[in-house]
């Protein structure tokens, strides 16, 4: 059984930097895309960076300039390096990645680390 599990989360100051980790365990064969992805209250859950196996990575806008996704493929594991963040960054940060398990590709997503940022 493929697990994803997030950490890293918590309470910082407008500003400030969170580091937030994603570790992927259980029986894998292959680890497509990976990637975060946030959901504040009252809101729909957006994308906010990927990045592919080649290394390749994608950001939303709101946050360029200020995350880093990374990988560490050896260790199965996804990085967010959040930066200057701001209250409107405060939400649930999930990782989700497409892992194959044995039986093809298939997306799994973790439980979720809250982020919450004060004004």
């Known amino acids: 059984q493929v697990q994803l599990v997030e950490s890293g989360g918590g309470l910082v100051q407008n500003g400030g930097s969170l580091s937030l980790s994603c570790a992927a365990s259980?029986?894998?064969?292959?680890?497509?895309?990976m990637a975060w992805y946030r959901q504040a209250p009252g809101k729909e859950r957006e994308s906010v960076a990927r990045?592919?196996?080649?290394?390749?990575?994608y950001y939303a806008d709101s946050a360029k300039g200020r995350f880093t996704i990374s990988r560490d493929k050896a260790k199965n594991t996804l990085y967010l390096q959040m930066n200057n963040l701001r209250p409107e960054d405060t939400a649930m940060y999930y990782c989700?990645?497409?892992?194959?398990?044995?039986?093809?590709?298939?997306?799994?997503w973790g439980q979720g680390t809250q982020v919450t940022v004060s004004s």
């Open positions: 989700a990645a497409k892992i194959d398990g044995g039986l093809g590709l298939h997306n799994y």
């Open positions: 990045i592919s196996s080649d290394g390749t990575t």
């Open positions: 259980g029986s894998i064969f292959n680890i497509d895309v």
